[in-house]
């Protein structure tokens, strides 16, 4: 007697994980698994009056984007906040900031992100823009990468940062010729107003909610958070269990903790998080900042400022010895690394750990890789190492603006794609959500074309094909997460974690890409997002 089928999900292109393009093809979902995947339409014998039918056409049936990067609480409280990138001087943005706060007069505070100082005419980050405009409510705007932010005077006031206060170990507060603060923080000097936030746990729950709504809308149905930056705190691990059992979470959610040394919450949390939508999956840290603020840590100086490489976040042999202590103790670490520096540092350190523990599946991992030199490209692969980049920062700095910073020999080694997977590198794809959008096809469409909304192309040697896009947002990913037998891919006995798009991406010219819709989402057997109704027989 064959297995009942809950729900049937059939097109004319599947795109499974294991050809090459989308087939005809019926899946068979029982609870939380799919039990089979058949020929188009012969499904019958599975099936009886209870089983809901879908059939989708020529729109494409896929796995779910698995989304490898992503700071999940700050992305949810930035989904409803002003959005500066359209913005051309610092007067501007102050205008910009007032219009939206006028609409969220009940708001405790305001905040916004995405202003690119590169990109505007006239004026500096300065609080006294955001003081003539507000005064009553603090005002946290982030840079476009993140790594700095720019304050009112309340927001100061908040943090209690004065003329007298101290930088942290990795950061600045900016001051001016009198030494008072101008209202500009880098790196960890963010961390002084972020703590001092207003944000209760009802605040939190929202957030989430704001979150796991736009993830199913945008097919996103697993997630890697790398946490709240600069803090890393890990109690947002409590709120993601919670709402497990309560049947409230619809979307899987990996998290880290920040690799510093102490191995004994991570053992608790390794113990406590190892459920089906809420798994611990080890360390996270910082190596260095990030190229526009001179933070970034390169092998040899900046091409606009030859005083500097930037500079390591923690010394370079702590950082080693982190990571062999973590890698003894079978826990996975991912570094944050834009410069080239910074890359060979992390790669350094991953072959520390194995000439001291041994070599193992540790499927550590580098994030972002912005910039590599090319005696390292091919030691990812030699190490076992994976690359974890964003397509879609191309889009967030203008090339010439980056070109400017590094010059023009280290752009042939900048933002890496085809040449990595060439070598054999497990590369695998995210957003760093909320620096851009949570939305999985823009990247796909930088991936595929390296143009940026300028129109302007990023190395076009380095354009992957669409199907290996995909299979960095779905199939890599699940390796990355040690869970390659459960997810990302479309296959008997993996877990039911389906999306549609509304056209097939096989079948459309690449500018189309970015144009197409999630029109049906499953996660864990659960529909969580649909457009059409579905066809019951």
Request: hydrophobic share 40%; aromatic share 8%; charged share 25%.
């Amino acid at each position: 007697m064959p297995i009942i089928a809950d729900i049937v999900i059939s097109g004319n292109a599947v795109l499974t994980g294991s050809t090459d393009s989308p087939v005809p093809a019926s899946i068979l979902i029982k609870e939380n698994k799919i039990i089979e995947v058949l020929e188009l339409g012969c499904f019958a014998e599975y099936v009886d009056s209870q089983t809901k039918i879908y059939h989708f056409g020529d729109q494409l049936i896929m796995p779910g984007f698995h989304d490898f990067h992503i700071h999940l609480l700050l992305g949810g409280l930035l989904n409803d906040s002003v959005r500066l990138n359209s913005t051309k001087s610092a007067k501007d943005a102050a205008e910009m900031v007032k219009a939206y706060a006028d609409t969220k007069i009940d708001d405790p505070f305001v905040i916004g992100c995405s202003w690119e100082q590169s990109l505007w005419e006239d004026g500096q980050p300065h609080r006294s823009f955001l003081d003539e405009v507000i005064s009553d409510r603090p005002v946290l705007l982030y840079q476009a990468e993140f790594h700095s932010a720019w304050v009112n005077s309340k927001a100061l006031e908040l943090a209690g940062i004065d003329k007298n206060t101290k930088n942290p170990p990795y950061g600045e507060i900016v001051r001016d010729e009198n030494g008072e603060p101008t209202g500009l923080l880098l790196e960890h000097a963010v961390g002084f107003v972020t703590k001092a936030l207003p944000i209760n746990l009802e605040m939190q729950d929202k957030l989430l909610d704001n979150f796991l709504r736009e993830a199913a809308k945008y097919g996103v149905t697993s997630v890697h958070d790398l946490l709240r930056i600069p803090e890393m705190g890990v109690e947002e691990a409590e709120l993601y269990g919670e709402y497990e059992k309560q049947g409230k979470l619809t979307a899987r959610i990996h998290f880290v903790a920040p690799l510093n040394g102490d191995l004994g919450l991570a053992k608790s949390l390794r113990e406590k998080y190892t459920s089906n939508l809420v798994q611990f999956c080890g360390f996270k840290q910082f190596v260095d900042g990030v190229t526009t603020s001179h933070t970034a840590y390169l092998l040899d100086e900046y091409a606009n400022n030859p005083t500097t490489k930037g500079n390591t976040v923690f010394p370079e042999e702590t950082i080693k010895n982190w990571t062999v202590e973590a890698d003894e103790e079978g826990f996975r670490v991912r570094f944050h690394c834009i410069g080239d520096g910074a890359v060979k540092l992390a790669l350094d350190s991953f072959e520390a750990a194995q000439r001291k523990n041994g070599v193992r599946d540790s499927r550590h991992v580098i994030e972002h890789v912005e910039m590599i030199h090319p005696d390292d490209i091919e030691r990812f692969n030699k190490l076992g190492v994976l690359a974890s980049v964003q397509p879609e920062h191309i889009n967030v700095s203008q090339r010439e603006v980056y070109e400017d910073l590094i010059g023009q020999e280290r752009m042939k080694y900048t933002f890496l794609l085809k040449t990595m997977i060439d070598n054999g590198t497990n590369v695998v794809f995210g957003t760093d959500y909320p620096v851009v959008k949570l939305e999985p096809l823009s990247g796909i469409y930088r991936a595929v074309t390296r143009l940026d909304d300028e129109g302007v192309t990023w190395d076009e040697k380095e354009r992957i094909s669409l199907k290996d896009a995909l299979l960095a947002y779905t199939a890599a990913p699940a390796y990355g997460s040690f869970r390659e037998k459960e997810l990302g891919t479309i296959e008997a006995g993996k877990l039911a974690d389906i999306i549609v798009l509304d056209r097939n991406l096989f079948d459309i010219p690449y500018e189309e890409i970015k144009n197409a819709n999630v029109v049906f989402t499953m996660v864990d057997g659960r529909v969580v997002h649909e457009i059409v109704g579905e066809v019951s027989i």
